[in-house]
T-cell receptor, first 111, second 115 residues
Framework: TQLLEQSPQFLSIQEGENLTVYCNSS?????LQWYRQEPGEGPVLLVT?????EVKKLKRLTFQFGDARKDSSLHITAAQPGDTGLYLC???????????FGQGTRLTINP | SQTIHQWPATLVQPVGSPLSLECTVE??????LYWYRQAAGRGLQLLFY??????ISSEVPQNLSASRPQDRQFILSSKKLLLSDSGFYLC??????????????FGEGSRLTVL
């Protein structure tokens, strides 16, 4: 059972365009993490959001946690080739010592 | 600083052969440890996690087992590999938290091909 659904699964756009990746669930999470992974490497944490409605910005990346803490989005402004990679969202629950990962969004930014 | 290492990085094994992937963490104590498997370019499937020595939780019934003989050592094993065991295996650690799980720090990954 996939508890976190990411969309789109694949996205290929031109440099300079904007994009949004979604992470949705029917379950409530106490925290939501976003990771970025390059081929042949382990994922690296980009951000953690814990409060419903929270918005965090990391340079050109904007992360939002839904008010009900069931969904999250990642928006990239003026995408660059260096943004290419696999983006993964992961949800955590209070007291649980593990994360649930979405199936990932493969993002390709073409020069 | 904390580091995590896993090996081997690449492994090609015949069906029915045994498997041992090892992961060690340095620079921290009493971490939570995790083994994930990743299909090509896809999300992470949690296989096992451990909150302490000899304390292993299995998430998915399968052909694999895990052991934690020391605080910072996590081993993934199989007695007889199946073709479906092929994939990219990732070890990770996190600091124990009273709330939900904190940041996961991943190893470099081990790519297993079963032929």
């Amino acid at each position: 059972t996939q508890l976190l659904e990411q969309s789109p699964q694949f996205l290929s756009i031109q440099e300079g365009e904007n994009l949004t990746v979604y992470c949705n669930s029917s379950s409530v999470f106490s925290s939501l993490q976003w990771y970025r992974q390059e081929p042949g490497e382990g994922p690296v944490l980009l951000v953690t959001v814990v409060t419903g409605g929270e918005v965090k910005k990391l340079k050109r990346l904007t992360f939002q946690f839904g008010d009900a803490r069931k969904d999250s989005s990642l928006h990239i402004t003026a995408a660059q080739p260096g943004d290419t990679g696999l983006y993964l969202c992961a949800g955590g629950r209070q007291g649980a010592q593990k994360l649930v990962f979405g199936q990932g969004t493969r993002l390709t930014i073409n020069p | 600083s904390q580091t995590i290492h896993q090996w081997p990085a690449t492994l090609v094994q015949p069906v029915g052969s045994p498997l041992s992937l090892e992961c060690t963490v340095e620079g921290t104590s009493n971490p939570n440890l995790y083994w994930y498997r990743q299909a090509a370019g896809r999300g992470l499937q949690l296989l096992f996690y451990s909150i302490g020595i000899d304390q292993i939780s299995s998430e998915v019934p399968q052909n694999l087992s895990a052991s934690r003989p020391q605080d910072r050592q996590f081993i993934l094993s199989s007695k007889k590999l199946l073709l479906s065991d092929s994939g990219f295996y990732l070890c990770a650690w996190s600091v124990k938290a009273t709330g939900s799980t904190g940041e996961l720090f991943f190893g470099e990954g081990s790519r297993l091909t079963v032929l």
